[in-house]
DNA sequence: TATGAATGAGTCTTCATTCAT
DNA sequence: GATGAATGAAGACTCATTCAT
């Protein structure tokens, strides 16, 4: 019979166990918000002792900020599906709205996401993940239009999916339909 | 002999404290956010004794809840500012583009509008500022397009005033020109 | 009857209560040395509520100042009754002698002020008790005789004491008669 | 084949790792004072796994009173240069002063040894340190004079040694000239 | 034999809320 | 009515010690 016969838990596994907490902090994040975290939520969510959360991370402001660099780091993940899904997509236009729209669904996660986006305002460190937004949509987006109308698009989705989230209504599919043929037929303005 | 006989300090003025104690509140909540009021904080910022803010009010959340509704109370004659200025303008572009830049200027607050309306997406009670800006702005500008185009522009400035908030650039008006110039030229599509 | 009959306890008494944490810290500071110093040794001392040291100390190490300086301030009261036994005395050596072999009597105490006189060198804010060991003893002593024998006298009794503290034997009354007769009977060297 | 081939490090040196933590122990003690010394910082200290000081040391008590034992035993040896540097010295009141300056410009050591010193008062165990100074010392000056001046001599530095290490000013050279020469002269007291 | 992961007791501190005055 | 003293629950964090590996 093997020693490390996978028994009810795998012991000592502090490389699993520092991403369980990370997960979990994820979670409690999506849950309460940045505001409401505290090592008790977040070791409760785990199942590892409170003593852990404080073990492998030196502060809850360090795991916090580690936790949202995965938030980051999976939104970047996230985009990368974007990416591919209007690369093979023939209806750029449905695509688009299909993606915007499930996002949204997935609405605890992306109040999180909005959350951490407000909240850099006040906190340097939650920065990363709205340059995610402000800088890599746009980039995504100009594959298939000039940079500025691709700019506006990206704002124009972020406030959309915004309202989308916050109201809890589904993803407004006529809106974007309109702001994309906006953007894309107007002769440039002058200015 | 008046009983309000005007000593040192008008005392005895339980509205006033009222108003007093939500005001400073409004600020504490736009300095620090919602997730480090106190009501030490408060009594200090509204210089009145730690007692009367559980005497004014039950709980803090009570208070906050209250101090809410005032920001939305602002933020409605806020916009009516935005109405009476766009009325009496001559150049609605220009005036939007002021209107919305001015607002961002005043960065604590409107991170706290921002803040709240995200939150609002966990709390329902947080609604009502949501809704202001979900439903007033494209009522205001439905008096100088038609209602698809007030909406897609409420949107976009929308997003826009929160990616200046929260980058901490300045609004970006090229970027409002732009989504203007679309919204109104462009022939509505079928769809 | 009165309302205010003297109870068991005297409520609401804010000065006191401050006092006797003060108090409390002092005594706990004797017992366990500075080191080992913590909110719950004096609260449980004291016979308040673990909450109380805090709220009317914002940290430890403030309440443990205040202790401090309140030994400062005994030590001082202690040194003036030196300088007055000293003077009504017929007998100088003698007196002295008595005055350093009652203070190493009360020996906790006395461990405590040179506990705090060697922590001094850590800690800058525990500097005030050395300070008073240092300049004014040698000030007392000098009404005796001049200000350099003053000065090593007082280096004496301080080396002598803490001898007869840390070893806990009786003072050396014999030692010191002989630095004080050896001090004041030496012609002074030029040097 | 050898057993202890020279690899990269001398491994397996169970001695040698014993005496390195007890060496970074007392270091630490002299650094922090014996109130913060932890497990963790005699390991970074000592470049050794956490585990280990816990595996050669019971406790933390022990390690620290073994670490101390070694300070002892340092200050004999310490002693034992005065004596050899008095002995081979032309210039006695020259060389002691010398020396009473080295040690206390070893400001961390001499700061411990004094902790040591009054913390004897209060733990029986740390007694031998206080012992070096109180018995050893005087027995060594008295092979320049006789025992009484002798002894007042070792309290004398003592209280002037003490009073440096603590204000941090330098020795005063001239204050010990003076006693050394007072104590020197005096024609005994009759007593 | 040796290690570093693990944890729970204990540290200081903050604060909403209560309530005697 | 008004206040500020009071307190206990909860927060973040530290660390000696244990023990699986």
Do not use: C
């Not at 991403?19 to 199942?47: D, S």
């Not at 809850?60 to 995965?70: N, P, S």
């Amino acid at each position: 019979m093997e020693k490390n016969t996978p028994s009810k838990k795998a012991k000592r596994d502090p490389e699993g166990r520092r991403e369980k907490i990370i997960a979990a902090t994820v979670e409690v994040l999506a849950e309460v918000g940045v505001a409401k975290v505290t090592h008790r939520l977040i070791a409760a969510r785990a199942q590892v002792p409170l003593g852990a959360t404080t073990y492998y991370f030196p502060t809850l402001q360090e795991l916090i900020r580690v936790a949202v660099d995965e938030v980051v780091s999976q939104s970047r993940q996230y985009l990368a599906t974007w990416t591919s899904e209007l690369e093979r997509s023939l209806d750029f236009r449905k695509t688009l709205a299909d993606l915007a729209d499930r996002y949204v669904q997935d609405r605890s996660r992306a109040i999180l996401e909005y959350e951490i986006y407000v909240a850099a305002a006040r906190t340097e460190e939650l920065d990363p993940l709205a340059r995610v937004w402000r800088d890599e949509v746009p980039a995504l987006l100009g594959r298939y239009m000039d940079s500025r109308a691709a700019k506006a698009l990206s704002v124009f989705l972020n406030g959309s999916m915004l309202e989308a989230v916050t109201s809890g209504l589904p993803f407004d599919r006529q809106g974007l339909d309109f702001a994309l043929e906006s953007f894309l037929n107007l002769p440039v303005p002058n200015n």
